[in-house]
T-cell receptor, first 110, second 113 residues
Framework: EDQVTQSPEALRLQEGESSSLNCSYT??????LFWYRQDPGKGPEFLFT???AGEEKEKERLKATLTKKESFLHITAPKPEDSATYLC???????????FGSGTRLLVRP | DAGITQSPRHKVTETGTPVTLRCHQT?????MYWYRQDPGHGLRLIHY???????DKGEVSDGYSVSRSKTEDFLLTLESATSSQTSVYFC????????????FGPGTRLTVL
């Protein structure tokens, strides 16, 4: 069964304390791996798409990487405004369906 | 913002009543999707549309119907709302299907009493 699993469920960091969020997938024929940020009461906001193993993308303090089995979202020197839930999702080859993980709730304390 | 609005943003209704949620986009994207988000389940696809009057079921479609009479509007209807349909509903759009990025609306919080 195609599945996306995120860990940890929740993560508390001090401002400036770098860390990584994990997204492992068992999606057959992965066509794309997506990262979203979701703030409370809002819709998911697109961050990155990764298409092939070895690919990396960066945006400000965030960097997303992809291997054949998992993706990481690295957060360097986070700030309180980075606090949010981060979602990853995979899409199978020739499919419309995004398979979402349950998310990682990140809290960055000043 | 991806030019997606949802209405209403909040709704409280009673079991057995019909409910229609609206998604409107200004991006002229071909594909539109309806998801629900529940604690412990993440986002799950209800229905999607690949063009005007072209729709198909997602993984949790029972109890829901959709219609798309114009490119910009995608309606989700609960014919007879149940308490299990209390959730947050998100609309999404994409230019293409598959590996193409989906952009999400702000959501509708629906409570069925």
């Amino acid at each position: 069964e195609d599945q996306v699993t995120q860990s940890p469920e929740a993560l508390r960091l001090q401002e400036g304390e770098s860390s990584s969020l994990n997204c492992s997938y068992t999606v057959s024929g992965l066509r794309g791996l997506f990262w979203y940020r979701q703030d409370p009461g809002k819709g998911p906001e697109f961050l990155f798409t990764l298409y092939s193993a070895g690919e990396e993308k960066e945006k400000e303090r965030l960097k997303a990487t992809l291997t054949k089995k998992e993706s990481f979202l690295h957060i360097t020197a986070p700030k309180p405004e980075d606090s949010a839930t981060y979602l990853c999702a995979g899409v199978m080859d020739s499919s419309y369906k995004l398979i979402f993980g349950s998310g990682t709730r990140l809290l960055v304390r000043p | 913002d991806a030019g997606i609005t949802q209405s209403p943003r909040h709704k409280v209704t009673e079991t057995g009543t019909p409910v229609t949620l609206r998604c409107h986009q200004t991006e002229n994207h071909r594909y539109m999707y309806w998801y629900r988000q529940d604690p412990g389940h993440g986002l799950r696809l209800i229905h999607y549309s690949y063009g005007v009057k072209d729709t198909d079921k997602g993984e949790v479609s029972d109890g829901y119907s959709v219609s798309r009479s114009k490119t910009e509007d995608f309606l989700l209807t609960l014919e007879s709302a149940t308490s299990s349909q209390t959730s947050v509903y998100f609309c999404a759009i994409s230019l293409e299907q598959g590996g193409n990025t989906q952009y999400f609306g702000p959501g509708t919080r629906l409570t069925v009493l």
